[in-house]
């Protein structure tokens, strides 16, 4: 699986910024797909995460009701597009942003990253 991931910027507190990720491969309707983050000096942490349909997801707390992850997955089932729509957004949600896959195991590390993106928040 591939993912390769754009979006990010900078941005002011309380602004949007939108994150895509998109994704390649075979049997990508059996994978979760999700986003991670990393802040300087602080260890990778849970964004989000989706399934195949965007019926399940979970939030981590910090993000939730301010995050919406989404997905658009192509019929084929090897390509897929997820989304990080970014609202409310706070200076300690600065982080280089990291998108990942895999199978939806407990708890989740995913085998498959993208690239960072990264998102600054200015106070």
């Known amino acids: 699986v591939q993912l390769q991931a754009s979006g990010g910027g900078l941005v002011q507190t309380g602004g949007s910024l939108g994150l895509s990720c998109a994704a390649s491969?075979?049997?990508?309707?059996?994978?979760?797909m999700g986003w991670f983050r990393q802040a300087p000096g602080k260890e990778r942490e849970f964004v989000a995460r989706i399934g195949w349909k965007g019926i399940i997801t979970y939030y981590a707390d910090s993000v939730k009701g301010r995050f919406t992850i989404s997905r658009d997955n192509a019929r084929d089932n090897a390509k897929s597009t997820v989304f990080l729509q970014m609202n409310s957004l706070k200076p300690e949600d600065t982080a280089v942003y990291y998108c990942?896959?895999?199978?939806?195991?407990?708890?989740?590390?995913?085998?498959?990253w993208g690239q960072g993106t990264q998102v600054t928040v200015s106070s």
């Open positions: 990942a896959a895999d199978l939806p195991r407990s708890p989740w590390n995913p085998k498959y």
């Open positions: 491969g075979r049997a990508l309707s059996t994978y979760h």
